[in-house]
């Protein structure tokens, strides 16, 4: 199949590319670079240096049968002081991008969602039937490219699958985490394993938890990839379906500092912090229904074995890319 991988020069995105390329289809990624990194392209794939909102031209000559969809701005706390690079980038970028579709008659699509949609829980493991009333301009753009998807589904035959993430981790095909800002737990704590990072802050300690540090929900960006394989040709035209990826159970920031501390052999000294606002104790996923449908579930539940590829990509991030040349280049810069 053509597949067009929007922000597929990113962590996910250049995970799923690799597992698209391994399953034999022909790939295109499209990326501004303002996050990633143009080596973490894999070999194989065409790159295209553009936004979400100049991708018609790349659609028309692309011409693809679906579409991979990752491309967006993702930190939660620019997202509360800056919510029009939000509403432009995550909403507007993908209203452009579906237009380009219908255009170039174009219409099957996967969605990178997030947990963050559903905002504080009533209820763990959360359902894809869960109330969404996300907590931050984040978690609100990207719901409402949700409700976008449906409302093109009806109208415009389009088949759509959102993939809502919970925390995903690890490393895979030589890709993982490079973030000029980073905000989650695992690079953060590796950051202080190699030594660029003077300790780790644990936001809050009094949790009604075992251990009273937060649960959270982790899923190897490996299993990650392997549901966007699975999701890619499911949905029906005119079908939007709604998934949770996670593995079902959980593991508390102290286990994480625990995972880490034994994989590196460093100390990891950590720092009390205070609670976060709108920080719940437990966020755990269901993803009863992916595993329904599509047959699919976790198979690297291991938090040491998530750690431990991070741990591997941190030490030498860029080695894997060094000797790599990619497939030709589309376009140049249409930025």
Known sequence: MRVLVTGGAGYIGSVVTAALLADGHDVTVLDDLSTGHEDAVPEGARFVRASLHDSAPVLAEVAPEAVLHFAAKSL??????????????????????????????????????????????EEVPILETAPTRPTNTYGA??????????????????????LRYFNVGGAAYGRGERHATETHLIPIALQVASGTRDALTVHGQDYPTPDGTCIRDYVHVKDLAAAHLLALPAPAPGEHRIYNLGSGSGFSVQEMVDAVREVTGHPLPVIAGPRRTGDPARLVASSARIHDDLGWAPAHTDLREIVGDAWSFTKDPRAPHHSQARGGTLHGDLS
């Open 76 to 121: 939660v706390g620019q997202s509360q002081v800056e919510p029009e690079v939000y509403w432009h980038h995550n909403v507007g970028g993908t209203l452009a991008l579906l237009e380009a579709m219908r255009a170039a008659d174009c219409r099957r699509i996967v969605f990178s969602s997030t947990a963050a949609t559903y905002g504080e829980p």
């Open 141 to 162: 753009s990207k719901l409402a490219v949700d409700h976008m998807l449906t409302s093109y589904a009806v109208a415009h035959s389009f088949a759509a699958v959102s």
